[in-house]
């Protein structure tokens, strides 16, 4: 495996940053996921637009231009031999002695690996997957795609740990916000679209986005509003979604299952036309 790490190409085993570096350090970064499916770029530019506002709202600069960016991307993918995988990146505020405020001269440090994934299994996609439900413990900056993800990890692990896919985080008013790495949805008994508004509670996912976009030219009957947690136990479908999870059927949420226990029509539907739009459209 190939990385790339600040203007050089190399050996996996080789690509190393300072110990100094502020990522390393302080979690100071920002990252990206973008997905690489048939060994083209899944939308691209909305990452690469996220990427640019997370490292303008934590005021890191700019490591390259985008041009350079998408080139280094693309040759990652070829020396790695992707066809179905992600780009991962990384842009830290840079390496300087440890002090809590922004370094005077640091430059951005910036880190690309990419690796192959596979497709979910036929039964993950027939049958569902469970999350579970825990209190969202993080910060109001959720919005900011940063490397500082501790409660995301530990979430992730108690999801592992009872056997689920997922942990919806629950805010303070018994709301869920989204995934520890994916968006959340449902469908209620009135066949009603239901996502979180996109506020700084939550990661404005670029899967998210796609889907709402497809939903509204599908005509489907959609709404941006938060749901609580009983709400999802009652409703008739639910799903997640994420760059490298497209739409994922969510059939059991903490102990009660959704449905009849099997993907639901229409996430079953929003994930073939989410599929159909990232090898076309979306693909670059
Ligand atoms: N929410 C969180 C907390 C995430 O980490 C992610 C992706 O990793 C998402 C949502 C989904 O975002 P995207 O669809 O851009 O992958």
């Not at 302080?26 to 909305?46: I, K, S």
Request: charged share 25%; with cysteine.
């Amino acid at each position: 495996r190939i990385a790339y790490v600040n203007g050089r190409f190399l050996p996996h085993s080789h690509a190393e940053v300072h110990v100094e570096d502020r990522g390393y350090q302080f979690a100071d970064g920002v990252y990206e996921v973008v997905l690489v499916q048939n060994g083209v770029m899944v939308d691209e530019m909305p990452h690469l637009d996220r990427l640019d506002r997370s490292l303008d709202e934590l005021r890191i600069a700019h490591p390259m231009s985008r041009g350079a960016l998408r080139s280094v991307m693309r040759e990652l993918v070829r020396l790695n031999r992707i066809r179905n995988g992600l780009v991962y990146m990384q842009v830290t505020r840079g390496v300087a002695k440890r002090d809590h405020p922004f370094p005077k001269n640091a430059k951005p440090s910036i880190v690309l690996t990419a690796k192959r994934i596979s497709m979910p299994s036929q039964e993950t996609v027939e049958n569902g997957v469970k999350v579970i439900t825990i209190r969202d413990i993080r910060w109001e900056r959720c919005d900011i795609k940063s490397v500082s993800l501790l409660p995301n990890i530990l979430g992730k692990q108690e999801a592992r740990e009872n056997g689920a896919f997922e942990a919806w985080q629950v805010d303070a008013d018994g709301n869920v916000t989204e995934g520890t790495s994916s968006n959340a949805w449902i469908v209620t008994q009135d066949g009603e679209l239901v996502t979180r508004p996109a506020t700084n509670d939550i990661l404005n996912g670029i899967t998210r986005l796609s889907i709402l976009k497809l939903a509204e030219r599908q005509g489907l009957k959609y709404v941006e509003r938060a749901f609580s947690v009983d709400e999802a136990k009652k409703a008739r479908e639910a799903f997640a979604s994420s760059a490298t999870a497209f739409v994922t059927p969510v059939t059991q949420i903490d102990d009660v299952v959704i449905g009849n226990g099997k993907a639901g029509t229409l996430s079953r539907g929003l994930r073939d036309s989410y599929m159909e739009y990232a090898a076309g459209e979306g693909a670059t």
